[in-house]
């Protein structure tokens, strides 16, 4: 059963849209200057026109401040369902049984978001010590992105029919995208655990599990790339002394906390299938482990360095269904190099190989080099023939205006 979300979700939401606008990295509209980019362009790109790579450098732009950009700020509330609907049942059924005035008090209800005016949005995490929800700057701005990423690869937000589930297979393609900007962070931790933030985050929205309307073969292989992931991230903070109660991740509990409730979810809805036992690295360790198990191994870490797991809102349940006693590979050391415990570079290499293409094929063409991932179902990347044979109105959804602005690098924005 998946598990239950608020209709008023992000970017779930799904209606008939307006037409695209484009926007610089600042807001700028289609009739003002491009933005000049120095970075290079990322290769699994569309060499000409297309709103993911456009997206994917105004990432990059906005954090070149590596001190703004790992610097953890709050959110006021989370931006996808966490048990309120259920709190709200339940103060129903005390009102009817007339209890409510044994019922504990609450904290205060927060206020409207205004992006941070008034609300804790943005407001620096340091100054805020016990409040949840905080994430990097650079983690947030992961997060968002992929909201743009789902939205550019769904038909709906063009009045368009492709063919059936082009959304499922486009959030597919942006899982992958997320897998590959972990890969290419190898050499920056704190940028690995962005994507890390970025992925909890994505991962508990109902537009994230959109994704289960791909074959179930497929979408196991996916979770189990992406529980090995956060597991080899993990490691990482190990080997580098960040796993502790006063850790410079400052959300270390939450974001463990997430993906133990993204693994709990992705079982209940019969798409993080049993796996068989494996050795944990070393190979002459006799450490072992279920990769499709791998929210045992969250807890263990959790456990073993006293980090408390925190923001789900039935956490303390997930806790209790985990096994805290799982095995651990040997703690790493920097003297160590780079180490792989949870095969996380050979099993990526054979997901790759599996699953080449596949992305590609259910748009039948392809626009990139990449085995996975790419921008193959972003809409803007296809020709204005393609999208006009596809569209209600028999026509191209994308203006001159739209596509002039679109190769010149500007950012397209649905809704």
């Known amino acids: 059963m998946q598990p239950k979300r608020s209709a008023a979700d992000g970017p779930s939401r799904r ?13 700028t509209n ?25 997206v994917d450098m105004e990432y990059k732009i906005a954090t070149q401040d ?5 610097r953890f700020v709050c959110i006021c509330r989370t931006p996808f369902y966490n048990g309120e609907r259920e709190e709200e049942e339940e103060d129903e059924e005390e009102d009817e049984q007339g209890e409510s005035s044994k019922a504990p008090e609450k904290a205060e209800e927060p206020g409207k978001c205004d992006g941070g005016d008034t609300c804790l949005c943005n407001k620096p995490a340091s100054e805020h010590p016990g ?22 690869r769904c038909p709906d937000y063009f009045e ?3 063919f059936n589930r082009h959304g499922a297979y486009g959030v597919l393609e942006v899982l ?10 190898s050499d920056n931790y704190q940028e690995q655990w962005a994507v890390c933030e970025g992925l909890a985050f994505f991962l508990m929205t109902n537009t994230a599990w959109e ?15 992406i529980g090995r992931l956060f597991l080899s991230m993990l490691a990482t903070l190990e080997r580098f002394g960040c796993l502790k109660e006063d850790s410079e991740f400052e959300n270390l509990g939450l974001v463990m906390a997430l993906f133990m409730a993204f693994a709990r979810y992705a079982k209940q809805c019969s798409e993080l299938r049993d796996s068989n036992r494996q050795s944990l690295g070393p190979g002459k360790d006799k450490r072992k482990w279920y990769p499709h198990n791998f929210q045992d191994q969250i807890l263990a870490y959790a456990s073993k360095y006293h980090i408390t797991l925190v923001g789900p809102h039935n956490i303390d349940d997930i806790i209790k269904k985990a096994r805290a006693g799982a095995d651990l590979p040997v703690p790493p050391t920097p003297e160590m190099g780079r180490v792989d415990p949870f ?22 063409h392809s626009n990139s080099d990449t085995p996975i991932g790419g921008d193959n179902l972003d809409i803007t990347t296809w020709s204005s023939e393609r999208r006009k044979e596809k569209s209600f109105e028999e026509k191209d959804p994308l203006t001159e205006e739209h596509i002039e602005a679109l190769k010149k690098g500007m950012v397209i924005a649905l809704g």
């Open 66 to 70: 590596l001190e703004k950009a790992y």
């Open 343 to 364: 095969a996380l570079a050979k099993n990526l290499k054979r997901y790759k190989e599996e699953q080449g293409g596949l992305t590609a094929w259910m748009a039948l």
């Open 211 to 225: 994704v289960t309307g791909v074959d179930g073969n497929t979408v196991t292989e996916t979770y189990l790339i």
């Open 131 to 152: 409040h949840i929800w905080k994430l990097s700057y650079a983690g947030l701005r992961k997060f968002h992105t992929q909201e743009v990423h789902c939205q550019l």
């Open 30 to 54: 289609a009739t003002s200057e491009a933005p000049t980019w120095s970075i290079p362009r990322d290769e699994r790109w569309s060499p000409d026109i297309s709103g993911s790579a456009n």
């Open 15 to 27: 209606s008939k849209r307006s037409r695209p606008s484009t926007e610089g990295t600042e807001g």
């Open 176 to 185: 992958q995208n997320l897998i590959l900007d972990f890969e290419e962070a």
């Open 160 to 162: 368009m029919y492709t």
